[in-house]
């Protein structure tokens, strides 16, 4: 069963702009590394799951992966020949907003290179820009 919120209030919402810089989850809080994003997207539950299998397959049962982010958007699609009009198309997927600054995933209890390894792992699964991040000492 992929990842969608159980329930809803409204099932179609407007696309809406992503603005400004991520001032909630931007700071590694679970792990020791995350993997951090540069710029602002989509990032639909396939992609999401994609990157979650990828670092999970790669780091066993060595250390925890943690996924921050979760799809509570719905995007909508019109079907394919459709004349204009007759209201807004059916839910074809769920998304996540990401903003730039938002960590993403975490990965806990291994070494830098096996983390690394990992995120860039999740990384090449993702449509933007992301960068390594470790945890801060004073946290």
């Known amino acids: 069963m992929p990842l969608m ?6 099932r179609k919402i407007h696309r809406g702009v992503i603005k400004g810089k991520a001032t909630r989850g931007n700071t590694v809080a679970f792990g020791d590394f995350g993997l951090q994003a540069l710029a602002q997207a989509w990032i639909s539950v396939r992609q999401i799951e994609a990157g979650r299998v990828a670092a999970q397959h790669y780091i066993g049962t060595d250390g925890r992966l943690f996924v921050r982010i979760f799809p509570h958007k719905s995007v909508t699609k019109k079907p394919a020949e459709t004349r204009m009009g007759s209201g807004k198309g059916e839910v074809e997927y769920w998304c996540a907003v990401v903003k730039p600054g938002t960590v993403m995933f975490e990965v806990g209890g291994v070494a830098e290179d096996l983390a690394r390894q990992a995120l860039s792992r999740v990384a090449h699964k993702l449509p933007i820009h ?3 991040v470790r945890r801060r000492v004073g946290q």
């Open 5 to 10: 919120p159980k329930r809803v209030k409204f």
């Open 130 to 132: 992301t960068r390594m």
